[in-house]
């Protein structure tokens, strides 16, 4: 880590914070709505498997915070919010979590429950299915890095080593992302077998891979905090796939979806952010009238009524460092 960033982390931000003096940051733009999202909440750091889980001390510390100084509304209000519906008068946030990890309900949800929270789960309509083997393709392989850590391995031609081709260095991640529907669930499922990942992955702890089953989403749904909403049925990257694939795949993530919880699916966000007008326009038949992004990938979507950005927490830093960054973010990712 560089000397800055040390210095940063470990006195800057905690200084800035400590005073309040943050605070001050959302007060200069005139925007006052900023929507978050995580993916997981764990017991014990996982950074050693993957960054995408934040442990559940930073994370109560961080809604203990969020409680204090915003309001916390629901992704439906925040809608209204970009529709010019709902006027805020103070900094105000909503909360989601993708992917549909189990850890959302065992770990996340209780601390939500504390603080009277609202949250939006974004499920992928794989969890619906019910097979206790279900992972996202990013944790197959994550799980091939961990078993295969520091060796070769070799993808349509291309060789990796530990994430990174060994020229390019383009990310397996990013070359995944790339392949098409067909190809990439063909790789997926020669990396379960090669790497006997089915077995494998409970030498992880299933806090970091499990994810929600039917049984589960229904509890999160009849929870008053919570709201059940799509993001796609494999995770798909909705705008790079061929675009019958992408359509099929969010059709048939409502559809699963629609059978489990009280209400019509209305809401989906985009998996890696990952979309395009076509699909957008696409979608209003199936029933799809709220888009929710990473970043707007076009100009007009800033206008937009039916997309809204998000600001991801980072699960790599100091509370401190996310904190500062989250009210900073309300100057160039705010509504």
Known sequence: MKLTKQI??????????????????????????????????VKQDSSFFNPRHITIEQFEQQIKYFSKYFDIIS??????????????NKPTITISFDDGYKNNISNALPILEKYNAKATFFISGVCTINNPNTLLWADIIDFVKFINKDEEIIVEGTKFVNYYETKSKLSIYDF?????????????????KLFNIDERKYDIDHDIWQMMNSDDIIQASQNKLISIESHGFNHYNLGQIDFDDAITDIR??????????????SMICFPD??????????????GFDKNVACDYLNQE??????????????????FSSNIFFVNKSFINKGI
């Open 301 to 318: 979507d800033i206008s937009n009524p039916t997309i809204i950005n998000r600001y991801g927490i980072s699960n790599t830093t100091t």
């Open 252 to 265: 048939k993530s409502k559809e699963e979806l629609d059978k489990l919880v009280s209400k019509p699916i």
């Open 176 to 192: 995944m992302k790339n392949q098409s529907k067909s190809n990439r669930d063909q790789l997926l499922a020669s990396f379960i």
């Open 273 to 286: 952010g990952s979309y395009s007008n076509d699909v957008i326009q696409e979608i209003k038949s199936i």
């Open 75 to 88: 992704l439906e209000d925040a809608f209204e919010v970009k529709k010019g519906k709902l006027v805020l």
């Open 8 to 41: 940063a982390r470990s006195i800057v931000f905690p200084t800035v914070v400590g005073i309040g003096m943050e605070r001050l940051l959302p007060k200069l733009s005139n925007k006052h709505l900023l929507n978050i999202y995580y993916h997981g909440v």
